[in-house]
């Protein structure tokens, strides 16, 4: 945790200091994860992976000061945006564990600025792609491999910035271990960290044999594949087998010709996460709660990508393969899964250059909604959650970047009806205020296949993004595009509305009053599905 606070604190983009898109953790020697920080779930469970290629390529010659760092999707990492910075900590010339921090980046280079564009065909469109390497050695910076960063990046001053917060993330995680081998022993402390991940596999089998065994089987569906508009299916068969899960997504797509693929290390990622948040809140979340599920995937397929895949947009795949976990467990526990969210964030970026061809970048990430729940409404306006993110402020925004938020607010008449109603829909209306076009880059899903209803409740509501809404001239945007936008113009973007959970005529009538009193929904809508 403070780890993640000094990355708060030290970074220059709102994508970390504001949306908090990063994740901070520690390793043992053997590359299973001690303990998780604050900030993205999904960020978490990929980090073994990251720390293993360091291992792969280094370990014979890791020394005390150095700093790794990666983003290959094909080589520990999982899309371009996101580096992994790893710090081995020695003790009397051992590695006693290792300080992991993965952060998205503002800019990456490549022909989209944000490095998001779900409309890129291969992994060198996407931008500068870094295998595990030394940033620091001996506690001396790579001032080559910095200078070569520099060069390939629209904004390299956040950028660096950015990497000089994880760095300083990195160092209170040393400073941090440090002081627990002083108070505790390095024998102790080991010991220590070996039975915090025994703790937390029997934790999580124990929590797993408390469920109905059985072969349990869902399909959800993305919209597009990013180039076109068809469904690309992501299918699971889930195992719950005495104390162990097995999420089996074999059938799934293969990879797609646009940049929804995904790794393996993110696919196992988001099935954990899945899982995590339907057993109990007491598990910890640690390597030790990996160690009780088995996530299979087929090689060359949208959830183990392989060379020249894209994988930039890889997000709205990550998200689906959450709400197919989630549908499958919910035919095992129905009483406690809820309906689908609105299915992921809404993340875009508008990049280009000033009358004095200045550089900037702007990544917003947007969202969103729960669906509702076996015992209660789902929430409005709350990260995902296998995120745990949140927006950047309209202050914040504006100051930073040449764009004005227009408005920002609840959708009524959205989200699914149900016994207890999924989480209204949110709209965020940009103005871009720039002399010079820009580029404007668009992620978005569920405009087609709705957040799933469950137990009888109705499924979500669409999503939708507008460029020029109400003026006439008014263009419906794709879920995943990018396009231009010129001084003056204002993009919509609407998310979708959450999945219902149970009867809608179950619902209290005092409940249904109340959301007309606020304005969620007005009395047309409660007619058509309350009465």
């Known amino acids: 945790n403070e780890m993640a606070l000094t990355l708060v604190r030290a970074s220059y983009s709102g994508i970390l200091r504001e949306n908090m898109d990063f994740s901070t953790g520690l390793a043992n020697p053997n590359s299973e994860m001690i303990s998780q920080g ?107 491999l910095f200078n070569i960063i520099e060069r390939n990046v629209r904004v390299p001053v956040k950028l660096l910035g950015d990497f000089r917060a994880q760095i300083a993330s990195l160092e209170t995680g040393e400073n941090g271990i440090q002081q627990l081998i002083k108070r505790y022993g390095a024998n102790d402390l080991r010991n220590y960290f070996d039975a915090l991940l025994d703790y937390g596999e029997r934790q999580t089998r124990k929590a797993i044999a408390e469920l109905p065994p059985g072969e349990y089987h869902f399909t959800d569906y993305l919209d597009s594949d990013g180039i076109e508009r068809r469904a690309v299916p992501i299918t699971l068969k889930l195992t719950i087998a005495t104390d162990r899960i097995i999420a089996d997504f074999t059938g799934s797509s293969p990879q797609v010709q646009g940049a929804n693929n995904s790794t393996a290390s993110m696919a196992k990622s988001s099935t954990y996460g899945a899982i995590r948040s339907v057993l109990r809140g007491d598990i910890p979340s640690n390597g030790g709660f990996f160690r009780a599920i088995e996530v299979i995937t087929e090689k060359g397929s949208i959830l183990d990508c392989v060379l020249p895949a894209a994988s930039g947009g890889r997000g709205v795949t990550l998200f689906r393969i959450v709400d197919t976990v989630w549908g499958a467990l919910a035919k095992a526990v129905p009483d406690r899964v809820p309906a689908a969210t609105e299915g992921g964030t809404t993340v875009f970026s508008i990049g280009g250059y000033d009358e004095n061809r200045a550089p900037f970048v702007f990544v917003e990430i947007f969202g969103g909604s729960w669906g509702g729940r076996p015992d209660r409404d789902g929430i409005d306006g709350i990260s995902h959650p296998v995120l745990n993110q949140r927006n950047i402020p309209a202050e914040v925004m504006e100051a930073e970047n040449p764009v004005e938020l227009v408005r920002y607010g609840f959708v009524p008449d959205t989200g699914g009806a ?84 149970g009867d809608p005529l179950d619902r209290d009538p005092l409940a249904v009053a109340v959301d007309v009193r606020e304005g969620r929904l007005t009395p047309a809508y409660v007619r058509k599905h309350y009465l």
């Open 418 to 501: 149900g016994k207890y109603r999924g989480g209204l829909s949110l709209v965020r209306d940009v103005r871009y205020l720039g002399a010079v076009p820009a580029q404007l880059q668009l992620r978005s899903d569920r405009c087609e296949h709705m957040p799933y209803g469950l137990a009888g409740g109705k499924d979500g509501t669409p999503s939708y993004n507008l460029l020029n809404p109400g003026t006439g001239a008014e263009k419906k945007l794709k879920a995943m595009d990018t396009t231009t936008i010129k001084k003056g113009e204002t993009v919509r973007f609407v998310t979708p509305g959450a999945g219902g959970w």
């Open 38 to 144: 604050l900030s993205v779930p999904l960020q978490f469970g990929p980090m073994p992976d990251a720390v293993n290629a360091v291992r792969r390529a280094w370990e014979a010659r890791m020394e005390p000061g150095d700093i790794f760092v990666l983003n290959d999707p094909f080589e520990g990492g999982t899309h371009l945006p996101d580096f992994f910075f790893i710090k081995p900590i020695f003790l009397d010339g051992v590695i006693f564990c290792y300080a992991c921090v993965a952060g998205h980046q503002i800019d990456v280079g490549g022909r989209v600025a944000g490095g998001n564009a779900c409309d890129s065909t291969e992994v060198y469109a996407e931008g500068l792609r870094v295998p595990p390497l030394k940033l620091f050695e001996k506690g001396v910076p790579n001032e080559t």
